[in-house]
């Protein structure tokens, strides 16, 4: 039996941790880090290149911490920023362990999504666009948009990366799984972090999830003191 959780009872439960101080997304970035390491040796391919695309917000804080542990175990790296920011001190610590940072309008269609990945020789790409957020839309807009569909017809062929969804596939419904518009990448593997999010439980948002693995982070008592929104 799993239980799911709305993404409001996880920052409930989030934020007595976050008060205290507890390094809750080096907690989340280390097990995504983890995560990857397993895929890519059960493929047969460690280390391998890693394209991290990167949000405005936390969960592209966590796809730049765990970047830079997979930098650092000698995967070359390589940082896609698709938000009107980044976050500073996991572009740091990304790039400090080797990560390059790529322009984000050389992905944006499909022929340069598709010649970027040839490049790079990506075996991952880690979606850290965006995560359980606060908008009623989930739906993915501008720039991050723009390089999902680019990438799609790529992700179709032979020979892809497998796709690592970080906390949620971005553009899906964290709380209904619902998923308002096609520019989603189905993810090979999906590392959610604290509780698994309602969503990755209920189709349509399911079938993109691939495998879940949940990362704790220390939230579970705290979320068991609630009733979860989906229990499968």
Do not use: Y
């Not at 500073?88 to 990945?117: F, I, K, M, Q």
């Not at 970080?166 to 189905?186: E, I, K, M």
């Amino acid at each position: 039996m799993v239980h799911g959780w709305s993404a409001e009872q996880v920052r409930a439960a989030e934020a007595p941790h976050l008060e205290a101080g507890e390094p809750l997304m080096q907690r989340a970035s280390d097990g995504l880090a983890e995560a990857v390491r397993g895929l890519l040796r059960d493929s047969g391919r460690w280390p391998a290149p890693v394209v991290l695309l990167v949000g405005s917000g936390s969960n592209g804080g966590d796809a730049l911490f765990a970047g830079a542990g997979l930098a650092a175990d000698g995967c070359p790296v390589t940082v896609v920023p698709t938000g009107s920011r980044v976050h500073e001190a996991g572009l740091a610590a990304a790039t400090g362990a080797g990560a390059v940072t790529d322009d984000p309008a050389a992905w944006d269609t499909p022929e340069g999504a598709g010649r970027r990945l040839q490049e790079t020789g990506a075996a991952v790409l880690l979606d850290g666009l965006v995560g359980t957020g606060t908008s009623a839309d989930p739906a993915l807009r501008g720039r991050a948009r723009d390089v999902v569909e680019a990438l799609l017809p790529s992700l179709r062929q032979p020979g892809a990366p497998a796709v690592v969804a970080v906390d949620v596939p971005s553009g899906v419904g964290p709380d209904d799984g619902s998923v308002p518009d096609p520019a989603v990448l189905p993810a090979t593997l999906t590392v959610t972090f604290g509780g698994h999010k309602a969503g990755l439980l209920l189709e349509p948002a399911a079938g993109l999830a691939g495998e879940v693995v949940l990362v704790d982070i220390g939230l579970l008592p705290d979320l068991a003191r609630m009733t979860p929104l989906v229990t499968r």
